[in-house]
């Protein structure tokens, strides 16, 4: 069983570039949720996915839009870049359940210059 | 709206010797708690949570934390630490009327000295 997998590991871009982050979710896990963390910060959500479909969002602006596939992976993309978006980008897979665990991966560095 | 207060940013505690992080929530509903560790450049690993039932939860590497409904808090105790537990730890709640989306508290590090 793999776990979940985020790709790629560290990007740099620059303001007002877009950026597509990747996730393999966990086998089984039909659920994909995103956080953003800020240095020195706990993990903020950004939206869920369940199902293909999004299943709830954070307080995140629109050019923060997500996609999730068949096969229960996700992209994360961000338009117009800005500097505060520089963070670990971190993906969590789940079962359906509410309560169910949420297994997450190493994440995803973005610095925005 | 609930959120999480993580009283202490920074613990630092010798080797063999307890250690309490203290963590604070504040919600308008019920709440599930949990705390996750985070080591250097990985991503979170849950230690433990409290769906329900028995307040004293016991998680993985010998932590534990207790849920108190009248002080809204949720403290994770280890008896006693080890160099490896050095890392940042978080407390998470979902409320019980929403999603399972998690709000964290800002974190506390943990440093574990010889």
């Known amino acids: 069983e793999t776990g979940v997998t985020q790709s790629p590991t560290h990007l740099i871009k620059t303001r007002g570039q877009q950026v597509t982050l990747r996730c393999s979710s966990q086998?089984?896990?039909?659920?994909v949720s995103w956080y953003q963390q800020a240095l020195g910060q706990g993990p903020q959500f950004i939206f869920q996915y369940y199902r293909e479909e999004e299943n709830g969002r954070g307080n995140f602006p629109p050019r923060f839009s997500g996609l999730q596939f068949p096969n229960y992976s996700s992209e994360l993309n961000v338009n117009a870049l800005e500097l505060d978006d520089s963070a670990l980008y971190l993906c969590a897979s789940s079962g359906g359940s509410k309560l169910d665990t949420q297994y997450f991966g190493p994440g995803t560095r973005l610095t925005v210059l | 709206a609930q959120s999480v207060t993580q009283l202490d940013s920074q613990v630092p505690v010798f080797e063999e010797a307890p250690v309490e992080l203290r963590c604070n929530y504040s919600s308008s509903v019920s709440v599930y708690l949990f705390w996750y560790v985070q080591y250097p450049n990985q991503g979170l690993q849950l230690l433990l949570k409290?769906?329900?039932?028995?307040?004293l939860v016991k998680g993985i590497n010998g932590f534990e934390a207790e849920f108190n409904k009248s002080q809204t808090s949720f403290h994770l105790r280890k008896p006693s630490v080890h160099i490896s537990d050095t890392a940042e730890y978080f407390c998470a709640v979902i409320p019980n009327n929403a999603g399972n989306m998690l709000t964290f508290g800002g974190g506390t590090r943990l440093m574990v000295k010889p």
């Open positions: 409290y769906l329900s039932g028995s307040t």
């Open positions: 086998s089984g896990h039909n659920t």
